[in-house]
């Protein structure tokens, strides 16, 4: 056997959607299997109606973060190129294997306008029949047909399916399939325009390329027996299907752009690493044979096995989602975790204060980037706060123990030298003992007292270690005069 060749084969037609990264990873990984697999990027711009400027570049840059480097593509060329559709129809490629598909009876020209069509669709209507274009130019002659071309008539290529027997294909996760002749419908294989559509131009592309595992959307489970046809039609080996099931926002919705939906770029701005967000699309629909849940990409060419790629459509959990992402995060070395997080820091703390020390303190906390900019506005600027917040029944404090405490904190913390957390923590400790109280009843108003906050990345030592004595002091003294007026 050769190598394993996959294609992803995107219409630049906006952001990445969730469920487009998620085939582009799985044919990643099912070529990486292979030692010597070839993974191609190949643009499909004929639908030129729908096309976005800008949006190829999102593809790029897209997976250039993702770490899916395509082995053959636009921008990087191979063998087999171009690898952009709209440059393989100025050479006239398409067209060329059209007309060899209709001398191989495959596909037949069509004169017929829409008005026909659209009587045909409303007559079969009425009888309450599901619509099958049934063309009667399939009637017409190779050799009439090119003659009426040359005359300037307007046509297209549309398919020819034999109107009996059955088409089988097996599919990777679906099984083998069987569909009658008879319910497909001949489908328009080249436009008026001389463009292909995308039922001819991936089957010939991807035969020129050499694509041996064809991975794509479920939707086009239904379009795999007349692309088979095709291949039949040709005489050229059909590849191994692995079509995805459907990424979904809730039981009945699929995840949608239009919908509303985060895209790959949505999510890498409310601040996903582009890691994470590969590692959870990664095992949606797919399940790894043990209970491991963070894979690097390396780990995911390792495990992956289409074998275990579900049926039903895999619900998209931002829930999930997050949780991966935390994982990720906590799973840094602190050096590179203060590298990533800095920027985020210094936009929220603009005071001289020790950020590497807060990255430490965020890091077990933080599930996403974005949180970070409001989880640490409080070191600039004590915020007000209602007396209210003191009241607290897992902590067993109210005001009037918050008061107490405070004050005797205020007392040991005016009394040190040497401003470190250690010592801080060693002299605060003897606080409960002496006030027969529990820890959370001195630790939690201290916290809410130089904070402003209830809830915050860091422990009230964590916290009056990093804003220093003085202004530890000056806002403890603050809170104190709060809560005794």
Known sequence: MGEIRTRFAPSPTGYMHIGNLRTALWAYLVAKKDPNGKFLLRIEDTDQGRLVEGATDIIYQTMEQCGLKHDEGPDVGGPVGPYVQSERVKSGLYMDYAKKLIHRHGAHYCFCDQEMIDTQREIQEARGESFKYDDPCKNISIEEAEERIKNGESFVVRQTIPTSGTTSFHDEVFGTITVENETLDESILIKSDGFPTYNFAN???????????????????????????????????????????????????????????????????????????????????????????????????????VKHIGTSGAIFDPVKLKSINGLWLRGMDIDTYYELVKPYIDKAVKGDFDKKRIAEIIQPRVETLAEIEEMLDFFDTFPSYENELYINKKMKTDETIALESLKASYEVLEGINQWEEPILHDELMKLPEKLEKKNGQILFPLRLAISGKQFTPGGAIEIAGILGKEETLRRLKLSIEQLEK
Not at 258 to 287: C, H, T
């Open 203 to 305: 089957v010939v592309d991807d035969h020129l390329m050499g694509i041996t595992d064809v991975v794509r959307g479920m939707e086009y489970l239904s379009s795999a027996p007349k692309y088979n046809l095709i291949y039949e039609a040709f005489d050229w080996d059909i590849p191994r299907y692995i079509h995805c099931p459907p990424v979904m926002k809730d039981e009945h919705n699929k995840l949608s752009k239009r919908n509303g939906d985060a895209s790959f770029q949505d999510l890498v701005a409310k601040g996903y690493l582009p890691e994470a967000i590969l590692n959870y699309i990664a095992m949606l629909g797919w399940s790894p044979e043990n209970n491991q849940e963070i894979f690097t990409l390396e780990e995911l060419v390792k495990a992956f096995n």
